[in-house]
């Protein structure tokens, strides 16, 4: 907006000018991919930094002997960057070399050093992904490359979360929740060029989810080396108390799908020691177009095999349907107690569907036995029976009516109206 000509100069008001804070090189080491965080000197180990330089290509490039040790960021990314890491904290400027090492490291452009940094400030056991595909114009990557990466990556963390909560050839629903909920705590660090990407997952929240996707991945190497040899499949039978599933397999398949060969790499953090049952340096494991017919034989399998569970559910009804104002219909729960598992699917007679809308309509949850079926991901009951209004507490009682009073319309459904009880 112009100010007007006969606008007395005396009145304007002079813009604010924001000082600028002074500079501080700790905040540039911080840098924004951290989230505000750093690693503090006060707290860390020279040792463990000299382990994750040492992991990471850098040299050790002599010294003060007892001292400090000079490193250097393996070639081509040397650019001249060097490191005086103190060997020990009984050093007197311990904390003082390392503050200028963690800001020549923010500054470095070794690809390496904002990992070395990750895995300083949230002590995380490292799993790498390496996939053998075609390089694009200066080393990019196809958008759909990079995706079906970060997509296998997710599914292979994904199969480990839900082998830790239990052992299973076949998941489906169950689990799938809380083990989704565990891996919010990982950090990801992506490679150039599409074929690599680097998972940080804390030891404090996920060090179980990289130990059993640890074992899971090397009975899933043993297993498909004997159906290679032998033909037989009966290592993948055993290989379930490992860990290995179908989402584990599927997972594998869809690493391995249109690349050359995977390679998929573990490194425990130094600061937190070995895992129990565990080797220090686990040697990389490898799958190639060539396992894939294993695989997915081995995951037909466990779909094929995981048996139905008999199962006494306590849930709220979120939705009814019946093709007509009478007999038979198809309510939708959402599942309070009785199976891992957010919603179910039960068929119902006459008499126990209108028992299940009664209750919702006094904002009751419902209970019913019957068997989980694995078909269709452990997502529907079968042979239900026992249908009863369980009582609730005060507050989950109005919670249930407020649901139903923002949910209507689907009541008009439940009274009948031609939709398809199977489409619920």
Not at 192 to 207: I, N, S, Y
Not at 268 to 288: I, K, L, N
Not at 399 to 416: H, P, T, V
């Amino acid at each position: 907006m112009h100010r007007p000509s006969d606008e007395p100069a005396d009145e304007v008001i002079p813009r604010a000018v924001r000082p600028r804070p002074p500079y501080d090189p700790a905040a540039e080491a911080r840098g924004p991919w951290t989230g505000g965080l750093a690693p503090d000197p006060a707290r860390t180990d020279p040792a463990v930094l000299g382990a994750l330089l040492a992991r990471h290509g850098w040299r050790r490039r002599g010294g003060a002997p007892g001292r400090y040790a000079r490193w250097t960021p393996p070639a081509p990314a040397g650019g001249g960057t060097s490191l005086l890491v103190p060997e020990s904290r009984a050093f007197p400027d311990c904390e003082d070399l390392l503050s200028e090492a963690f800001t020549a490291l923010a500054r470095s452009a070794a690809p390496s050093a904002r990992d070395i940094l990750v895995g300083l400030t949230v002590p995380s056991d490292e799993i790498r992904w390496w996939r053998d595909v075609p390089q694009g114009p200066s080393g990019a990557a196809a958008w759909t490359v990079q995706e079906q990466l970060r997509t296998a990556a997710r599914q292979l963390l994904l199969a480990g979360a839900l082998a830790v909560r239990s052992r299973a050839g076949y998941y489906g629903a169950r689990h799938r929740s809380q083990a989704q909920a565990s891996l919010e705590g990982i950090l990801v660090g992506p490679a150039p060029g599409g074929r690599e990407l680097t998972a940080f997952v804390p030891v404090t929240d996920g060090r179980a989810v990289a130990v059993r996707l640890h074992h899971a991945l090397y009975a899933a190497r043993e297993a498909v080396d004997y159906q290679r040899a032998t033909g037989g499949m009966e290592a993948f039978d055993t290989a379930v108390q490992a860990g290995v599933s179908r989402e584990l397999t599927d997972a594998v398949v869809a690493l391995v799908r249109g690349t050359e060969g995977a390679r998929i790499t573990l490194a425990w953090a130094p600061g937190a020691g070995v895992p129990d049952g565990c080797v220090p340096r686990p040697e990389p494991v490898e799958f190639s177009p060539g396992d894939l017919p294993a695989l997915r034989e081995a995951g037909r399998r466990y779909l094929r095999d995981e048996p139905s569970m008999p199962v006494r559910i306590t849930g709220a009804v979120i939705r009814m349907r019946r093709a007509g104002p009478r007999g038979s219909g198809s309510v939708r729960l959402r599942v309070l107690a009785g199976a891992e598992i957010p919603h179910v699917r039960v068929a119902l007679d006459e008499e126990a569907y209108r028992i299940a809308g009664h209750a919702h309509l006094l904002g009751l949850p419902i209970r019913v036995v019957g068997r989980l079926e694995s078909r269709g991901g452990f997502r529907r009951l079968s042979d239900a029976s026992g249908v009863v209004p369980v009582q609730v507490d005060e507050a989950e009682r109005d919670r249930l009516m407020k649901s139903l009073q923002e949910n209507l319309d689907f009541f008009e459904e439940a009274c009948g109206g031609g939709a398809d009880p199977e489409t619920v």
